[in-house]
């Protein structure tokens, strides 16, 4: 299914999140506070993957997220949960007088947005170790499917201290089998 002129907010950041990942982001700049506020009325915005180091990758994709939850940090900032709803493919970009962008996209479909259930697998018990290990990721989901190998390898390439190169990869190539054997060969190390 493909959404066609959506016009969602942007929002350029070093997060890598696939189909029914969901994150915390710390929001203090204030053009991004007003895009959040904006987002809560709307149909959401989009996560645009960018750092410091790699800027502007020239990505044409970002993760259209929805807000989930938000709240104040012990230090005053806002905390907004967003959850991926699915991968959109940027078609035009704007910025406005703020310099927050805004941009036309179309939904495009990935292997992350299937949960496939499957035998138990290595992946899966390690995943879940993670969550068990880690309460502060472990409380972002409530709800996690480590019994679908497609959510356990998209929630482990977010997870992975990896290049966001390598992991736009994974997006760009659309071959979970590749995602898999990777994630697995880093696993097994």
């Known amino acids: 299914m493909k959404h066609l002129n959506l016009m969602l907010p942007i929002f350029p950041l070093p997060v890598f999140l696939l189909p029914q990942g969901i994150a915390r982001l710390r929001i203090f700049e204030p053009r991004y506070i007003k895009m959040i506020k904006r987002a809560i009325q ?91 290990n880690t309460p502060q990721l472990n409380a972002l989901y409530p709800e996690k499917h480590t019994d679908s190998l497609n959510w356990v390898i998209a929630r482990w390439l977010e997870l992975l201290p990896i290049s966001l190169l390598v992991k736009n990869s994974f997006v760009e190539t659309h071959n979970f089998e590749e995602a898999k054997d990777f994630v697995q060969s880093i696993i097994d190390k």
């Open 42 to 132: 709307g149909q959401g915005f989009v996560l645009w993957m960018q750092t410091k180091e790699e800027p502007f990758l020239e990505l044409n994709w970002g993760s259209w997220v929805e807000i989930v939850d938000f709240g104040q940090g012990d230090d005053g900032i806002l905390e907004v949960d967003v959850k991926c709803k699915a991968l959109v493919e940027i078609l035009s970009l704007d910025k406005d007088s703020n310099n927050a962008y805004f941009g036309q996209v179309i939904e495009i479909s990935h292997w992350s947005q299937v949960l496939v259930n499957m035998p138990s697998h290595a992946l899966s018990q390690s995943i879940a170790d993670v969550f068990e």
